[in-house]
Each structure stands twice: as structure tokens, then as C-alpha cells.
């Protein structure tokens, strides 16, 4: 095999973790059978293309688990059965995470529709509404000209402009939302306007419109006076906004809002939201799972197969259980496989990627999650991983969000799906974890 730096280089960035493959792409690998048998398309593809009404779903998971890949090939399905799809990413350009109200997810909403279906509707009755807000809004770094001498395109530019400085000007963020919230129900009846406009209109061989808003669940959670967070605000006390665009519609949810005391509302105002749980690289018993982790070696291996075909990730290792335990402290989380597996290939000179190597890449991630974990939060990360189940409190919802606490979920002997959860593998061998679960569970 090959030793040189640019092999190697073509081997590393092939493991890029921050790239979601796009429908298709020879890289995909079907997991659903170590997820606990979940399917995109059949448990929200066939909500949209059975309901006679326009349906609103969640769609959560731990961030880095693939969910942007499910989507786009939720996306294909959907295209190949008739339905007009509008995706995004909100995070890229429309939202900061670490700061974002509802308001923001709706002026993304708006421009990703107005700038995709231009051509199949008027825009006036949107341009009418930005016009109509034009004095309260020109000052916020938009433009000085009268509204009037703006060409069509330029106007419909401004609700661009508008997401794009609610995103990188946080001085200015405050203040749009304090112009446009007390007109969010006029906007979403011009919205709607167009909407349906442009369903009317659409490309040949399409009769539905679907718009999924993806990355929303990695909008960091807010604690509130009322011990309430921003999650709650946006997708609990605006979901009757939320849900009121005419078309089908997607939103990803953070996992973490899934366990608050207000699940059972999320569930009545949403339906089911489908889960994608980590790849199951080991059972409840904390025995290692030979499924779950031929199946994380399987996405290793197609990644490689796009540089060479005969090349082969088992012989890329010094050992095979070098290799199996690069992937057992992944979790089955597809990024941190991805991240591991670009550690190791960076503390490598020549292949094979040696034992060595694994252990730095393991020790310099086991580092972030150190630093991730409260003085207090120890205790119940020992209580996770001897129960395998986790409580209902803001603490272990934290932990959820950060990825401390993993879901996995699989099918049982009367084919139902079980749900149970994990520290991250990772966690186990710091030492703070070691020193909780001993004095908790001595023994």
C-alpha cells in the first residue's frame, strides 16, 4: 500500500465529519437495522403523501448523528413522489444557534420559499408586507433607498439581508425582531398568500409543496426566568405559528426538549416526532454489539472504497481491535466515528494506523467531553449508565443536548421498538465518571 502524504491526505478528508451526503451518494449506509428499525420515509414521508390535510412533524436526534443525511434522502422520496421540496439549513445563513427566537425561523421560512418559488408566484403579496414595515426596518443596515426604486429582485433581496444580519450582527438582531414580532400574523398571511400562489403553479409533475428547516435543534438551549427555556418558547408557545405556513412541513427538533415536562404537549400539538437514535455498538449489559459494529466498520469502509475499491479499513489497522474499539468509543455517533477515525490518520506517518495512534485520537476526544461535564453532573452520568434510563429534569436534558447521554433504541423479541440509554463510551474512562460510579454503586 502506499505510504505517502498525499495517499494519506486523500484518506483523511475522506472522513470528513461535517459534510451530510446528499441523496444518493455511494457513501450512504442503511443503518436502520442496529437504529431500532426506524425509517424517514415511511414514519414522516408517508404522514405527507397519505394526509388529505397539510401536516406539521418534528424530527430530532443527537446532533452529528446523520440526521441532515436522512433528510435529503427524505428529500429525494419525496421529489420522486410529487412533492415540491424546499430544504434548508438554518444554521448556514438564517440563524445563530446560540441565539435564535422564533421570529428568525420564520424570516428564514420566508426567504427560502420566496427565493425558491419566485418563478412559480407573485411575490406581492410579501413585498407589500416589507413595505408596508419598510420605514421601521431600512435603518437596520438594509438599504436607504425608497422601497419604490427597488427593481423586483432587489426587494425580494431584503428578506435575505433581513436573515442575514439577524445571523452575523448581533447588535442589530434585537431590534428586527422587536420591528417584525408584533407583524409575525401578517406576515405569515402574505406568506400563505404566496404560498398558495405558487401551489397553483408548480413545476410540471409536482401537485405538493413540503419545506423542511433543518439544523434548528442545534439552537442551544436558554434558561428563562420562568425555568422555562427558548426551546419551549419557539416550539411550544409559537407552534400554532409555527404550523400555520400552508404546506407540509419538517422541523428538527433538539432531543433534549423531547424529555421536559412538556413532552405530552409536543405530542399533541405535533404527533409522534421520529427519533434518529445512535448506531447500537453495544447492549444494555454493556456487551459489545457484533451488528452495530460491523455496520459502523461498513461506513468506514464505503468512505474508503471512494478512493480505492480494493482498499480495505480492516488492513488499514494494526489490529482488528484497534479498529473495533475506534469504533466502540464512537457511541454509533457517525461524527465522532468520522472525528476519531481523522485523529488517528493524523498521529499516522505510515499505514497501518497502529494502536498507538487510536489510543491519542480516543484521548484527545475523552479531553472535550471532560471539559463538557459539570462538577455536578457526574453523579448522574453513573446513574445512566447503571440504569440505562434517564429522568425527567433540566440536568439530564443538558446532558442529552451535549451528547454526554446517547439514545439507542432496538427491536425486542414481539418486534417493538425499546428505547434505552448510554453515556458515551467515551465518558468511561475519565476518571471523575470512575470516581462517581464507585462511590455510588460500590462494589
Not at 437596520?140 to 439577524?166: D, G, H, M, R, W
Request: net charge negative; hydrophobic share 40%.
Amino acid at each position: 500500500m502506499t505510504q505517502d502524504f498525499a495517499f494519506l491526505k486523500r484518506i483523511y478528508n475522506a472522513f470528513d465529519p461535517f459534510r451530510p451526503l446528499p441523496a444518493g451518494d455511494p457513501a450512504y449506509v442503511d443503518c436502520t437495522e442496529v437504529r431500532g428499525d426506524g425509517d424517514i420515509l415511511v414514519e414522516v414521508g408517508k404522514e405527507i403523501l397519505l394526509s388529505d390535510r397539510m401536516t406539521s412533524q418534528l424530527y430530532a436526534g443527537h446532533r452529528g448523528a446523520g440526521k441532515s443525511t436522512e433528510l435529503l434522502r427524505l428529500q429525494q422520496f419525496l421529489n420522486e413522489q410529487g412533492c415540491f421540496v424546499v430544504y434548508f439549513p438554518a444554521d448556514e445563513e438564517d440563524i445563530d444557534p446560540e441565539d435564535a427566537q422564533y421570529t428568525d425561523i420564520l424570516l428564514a421560512c420566508t426567504r427560502h420559499l420566496l427565493e425558491r418559488l419566485k418563478d412559480s408566484a407573485s411575490p406581492a403579496s410579501l413585498l407589500n408586507w416589507l413595505n408596508e414595515r419598510w420605514q421601521d426596518l431600512k435603518d437596520l443596515a438594509l438599504t436607504q433607498v425608497s422601497f419604490e426604486k427597488l427593481t423586483i429582485e432587489a426587494k425580494i433581496s431584503q428578506f435575505a439581508k433581513l436573515t442575514a444580519n439577524l445571523r452575523t450582527e448581533p447588535s442589530q438582531r434585537q431590534k428586527i425582531r422587536e420591528r417584525v414580532n408584533p407583524h409575525t400574523i401578517t406576515l405569515i398571511a402574505a406568506l400563505n398568500e404566496f404560498i398558495q400562489d405558487a401551489k397553483k403553479n408548480l413545476p410540471s409533475g409536482y401537485s405538493q409543496l413540503v419545506l423542511i428547516a433543518d439544523n434548528l435543534d442545534r439552537i442551544v438551549p436558554i434558561p428563562q426566568e420562568d425555568g422555562r427555556t427558548n426551546h419551549d418558547q419557539i416550539f411550544l408557545d409559537r407552534s400554532e405559528q409555527l404550523q400555520a405556513l400552508d404546506c407540509h412541513l419538517i422541523y428538527t427538533v433538539p432531543i433534549s426538549l423531547l424529555y421536559s415536562n412538556r413532552a405530552a404537549d409536543l405530542a399533541n400539538i405535533y404527533g409522534n416526532t421520529q427519533v434518529l437514535p445512535m448506531i447500537m455498538v453495544q447492549t444494555p449489559d454493556n456487551q459489545l454489539y457484533e451488528r452495530g459494529i460491523n455496520k459502523v466498520i461498513e461506513i468506514l469502509q464505503k468512505r474508503l472504497s471512494l478512493i480505492d475499491s480494493s482498499l480495505s479499513v480492516v488492513n488499514m489497522f494494526e489490529q482488528r481491535e484497534a479498529l473495533e474499539g475506534l469504533c466502540l468509543m464512537s457511541g454509533g455517533h457517525v461524527r465522532n466515528l468520522l472525528l476519531l477515525m481523522k485523529e488517528a490518520i493524523k498521529y499516522t506517518n505510515t499505514l497501518p494506523i497502529t494502536i498507538r495512534a487510536v489510543q491519542r485520537s480516543i484521548s484527545e476526544l475523552r479531553n472535550t467531553y471532560r471539559n463538557t461535564v459539570f462538577a455536578n453532573e457526574w453523579d448522574a452520568l453513573a446513574t445512566v449508565y447503571h440504569s440505562k434510563k434517564i429522568e425527567n429534569d433540566p440536568l439530564y436534558r443538558g446532558l442529552l443536548f451535549n451528547r454526554c447521554i446517547l439514545e439507542y433504541r432496538y427491536l425486542n423479541k414481539q418486534e417493538e421498538s425499546e428505547v434505552w440509554y448510554d453515556i458515551h463510551p467515551l465518558i468511561k474512562g475519565i476518571q471523575e465518571f470512575q470516581d462517581a460510579f464507585n462511590r455510588l454503586y460500590p462494589a
